[in-house]
């Protein structure tokens, strides 16, 4: 019988898989808290509990505590970037941004990615699997630990494609959000996506008030299928239905990210075309500089570029900030640390 992953059941299935063992209810609360509130690492480290029902949750439980397997520390403004193992092996990044308002952590939803987008060091050895909302958590309860100060804000941007993991995403930020654990704001969340349809509209219907974040790249369908082959299979205007249908459903603005990338996407006839694609729209866009990666030939424009392009943009009533790039010196595009450390291990064994 496979063990039950108790970090990964909310107070109420807590309180009847412990009622099944034959314990009180208020026992679920207690673990629940050490779980999710002091973020143990493992059953014996549970005080109030007591000694037989350790024993029992040590037989029938797994508690997953993921294992800090290296972290950079960024000189210029204290970003921190976390490679951890999992259970069984495998590994994933995530990263510690420090802001005014706050820690906001940036996860992986799944062990690499099967969405291809071109510019993207995630996606180059295809998806492995999906983590569990356990997993998920983790990452920040490892890194709330490490700092000792309290993480507000959670972003979805790490390795994976997160509407690709959909139950396990909408469990993880029940219990990210839950007022019995760390209680993090809905409104402190985004989940950023490639554009698949389909779940972007399931999870409108669900009416978070987490902020949906859409990578759009590109203004027109032809460019857009050039840099993500999801765009083969939605198309630019049934994505931008969907956004709209966000917003309808949540009252939450959506953002859109577009990555600048020289001479592809970052034309004046670009600004204009994504100015016109969302007029009307209550959204913010966030340009981000592409981060380049040695397998493809992918540039950022120049600084001035990049100004041009967000000041076209404002001229026409848009709302446009160009992200902050964290941790400039220890980047590498986002997934590197994670791709470097594979491949290390892989050239050791075959060494
Ligand atoms: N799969 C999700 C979330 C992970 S990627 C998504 O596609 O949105 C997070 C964001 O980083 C996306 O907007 C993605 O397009 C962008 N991104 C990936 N690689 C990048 C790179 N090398 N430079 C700039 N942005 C990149």
């Given at each position: 019988m496979d063990k039950t992953d108790i970090k990964a059941l909310n107070l109420q299935e807590l309180t009847s898989f412990l009622t099944e063992l034959g314990e009180k209810g208020f026992r679920a609360k207690q673990i629940y808290q050490w779980l999710h509130v002091r973020q143990v690492q493992s059953f014996c480290e549970m005080t109030n509990i007591p000694k037989a029902l350790i024993q029992k949750l040590e037989e029938q439980c797994v508690l997953t505590a993921l294992k800090i397997e290296a972290?950079?520390?960024?000189?210029?403004?204290?970003?921190?970037?976390y490679l951890f193992a999992l259970a069984d092996g495998n590994v994933i990044e995530s990263v510690l941004m420090r802001y005014k308002h706050g820690n906001s952590v940036c996860i992986s939803s799944q062990v690499g990615c099967r969405m291809g987008c071109r510019f993207c060091a995630s996606t180059l050895d295809g998806l492995v699997r999906g983590l569990t909302p356990s997993e998920m958590l983790d990452q920040i309860y490892r890194i709330g630990c490490d700092i000792g100060e309290r993480i507000s804000n959670v972003v979805v941007m790490g390795t994976?494609?997160?509407?690709?993991?959909?139950?396990?995403?909408?469990?993880?930020?029940?219990?990210?959000?839950?007022?019995?654990?760390?209680?993090?704001?809905?409104?402190?969340?985004?989940?950023?996506?490639?554009?698949?349809?389909?779940?972007?509209?399931?999870?409108?219907?669900?009416?978070?008030?987490?902020?949906?974040?859409?990578?759009?790249?590109?203004?027109?369908?032809?460019?857009?299928?050039?840099?993500?082959?999801?765009?083969?299979?939605?198309?630019?205007?049934?994505?931008?239905?969907?956004?709209?249908?966000?917003?309808?459903?949540?009252?939450?603005?959506?953002?859109?990210?577009?990555?600048?990338?020289?001479?592809?996407?970052?034309?004046?006839?670009?600004?204009?075309?994504?100015?016109?694609?969302v007029a009307g729209m209550n959204c913010h866009i966030n340009l981000i500089p592409v981060?380049?990666?040695?397998?493809?030939?992918?540039?950022?424009?120049?600084?001035?570029?990049?100004?041009?392009?967000?000041?076209?943009?404002?001229?026409?009533?848009?709302?446009?900030?160009?992200?902050?790039?964290?941790?400039?010196?220890?980047?590498?595009?986002c997934g590197q640390l994670r791709k470097r450390y594979v491949r290390n291990l892989q050239e050791r064994e075959e060494g």
């Open positions: 972290v950079q520390v960024s000189k210029q403004d204290g970003t921190r970037k994976g494609e997160p509407l690709d993991n959909f139950d396990n995403l909408l469990r993880f930020i029940e219990l990210l959000c839950d007022e019995n654990g760390l209680h993090i704001s809905q409104r402190n969340v985004t989940v950023s996506t490639c554009g698949i349809v389909p779940r972007m509209r399931e999870l409108a219907d669900r009416k978070l008030q987490i902020t949906l974040a859409l990578s759009l790249h590109a203004a027109s369908q032809e460019k857009r299928q050039g840099l993500m082959p999801v765009a083969n299979r939605y198309a630019l205007p049934e994505v931008m239905e969907a956004c709209r249908y966000y917003f309808a459903q949540t009252g939450r603005r959506v953002t859109f990210e577009y990555s600048l990338v020289a001479g592809v996407n970052d034309t004046a006839e670009d600004a204009e075309g994504l100015s016109a694609l981060n380049p990666i040695s397998e493809r030939k992918y540039r950022q424009p120049d600084g001035r570029a990049v100004v041009e392009f967000k000041n076209k943009l404002e001229k026409n009533g848009r709302n446009v900030t160009i992200r902050r790039e964290m941790g400039r010196d220890i980047d590498g595009a």
